[in-house]
């Protein structure tokens, strides 16, 4: 059974930093594509964060020079370093890979 967990959101207030972590287990992430996305009430989901099997990686404009996404393959993980927070960055963050999504992680930024 593929599982993807997320990890590591909460509250924190404007300017500061978050990692977020995706734990996989029944796959393995070194041979995909993983992708970090979020979704703000009201809003569709976006992609924020993509890291190829190359380890290439995309970022949407919104979060370039702030976030970065990073993977270890030994411990099957996938993270999302996120700096320099704003309001505007909080959302449901989810990790995706193939056709499995996480459950999500609040981040909360306050002003």
């Known amino acids: 059974q593929v599982q993807l967990v997320e990890s590591g959101g909460g509250l924190v207030q404007a300017g500061g930093s978050l990692t977020l972590s995706c734990a996989a287990s029944g796959i393995t992430f070194s041979v995909r594509t993983v992708t970090w996305h979020r979704q703000a009430p009201g809003k569709q989901r976006e992609m924020v964060a993509r890291i190829g099997l190359d380890g290439v990686t995309n970022y949407a404009d919104s979060v370039k020079g702030r976030f970065t996404i990073s993977r270890d393959n030994a411990k099957n993980a996938v993270y999302l370093q996120m700096n320099s927070l704003a309001p505007e960055d909080t959302a449901v963050y989810y990790c995706?890979?193939?056709?499995?999504w996480g459950r999500g992680t609040q981040v909360t930024v306050s002003s």
């Open positions: 995706y890979s193939d056709q499995w």
